[in-house]
């Protein structure tokens, strides 16, 4: 196991205008920052989630992730701009720094945020409580492969509320806006 050691993000986040809602997790992964993208250790199912979620094919490359997160409206980053941490482990976080959401938040008219985990959504709520007063905050189940109790299909479901929420958006948009 590695040791502890402080990692900044190295990670922009994914987002435009069209943007309708943000995902996020902790801080990338080492297999995450190696591959320099969100979601990069193989076995990590938030891909083939994601993919499954929409009916399409899981996007592998970095740009048919880049362009399926963008195609679909979904803003992605992390809550972390900093901390300590030993390897992957959520649970060993220490020393949390967080990243400026508003980044996002003043692009993109967001209809909810989810979080990926536990701890990413343990510290969304630390960090975030006014944008907490104005877009509703889902958390979601972790689809790192640490997380083995749940099944593809289990997730799939978990993650449901994406869609759901991207559909809302599209019925209160105005007219000149779907």
């Known amino acids: 196991m590695e040791k502890p ?9 994914i987002f435009n205008a069209n943007s309708r809602v ?3 997790g902790t801080m990338p992964s080492p297999a995450s920052r190696e591959v320099g993208f969100y979601y990069g250790h193989p076995q990590n199912r938030f891909w083939k989630v ?6 399409e094919p899981e996007p592998v490359t970095r740009e048919e992730r880049m362009a399926f997160l963008l195609a679909h409206r979904i803003a992605i980053w992390d809550v972390l701009a900093s901390c300590t941490i030993e390897g992957a482990s959520d649970a060993s976080i220490a020393d949390p ?12 008219p967001l209809e909810a945020v989810f979080t990926t985990g536990a701890k990413a959504a343990a510290l969304y709520r630390r960090f975030n409580k006014e944008m907490l007063e ?9 689809t790192s492969p640490a997380n083995a109790k749940m099944r593809l299909d289990d997730l799939v479901a978990a993650y449901q509320p994406i869609k759901d929420a991207l559909a809302l958006a599209d019925r209160t948009a105005p007219a000149d806006k779907r």
């Open 5 to 13: 050691r402080i990692i900044a993000h190295p990670l922009q986040p």
């Open 97 to 108: 720094i967080p990243n400026d959401l508003s980044i996002i938040f003043d692009e993109a």
């Open 50 to 55: 994601l993919g499954a979620l929409f009916n």
């Open 134 to 142: 104005q877009v509703p905050h889902e958390a979601l189940p972790s």
């Open 22 to 24: 943000l995902v996020l």
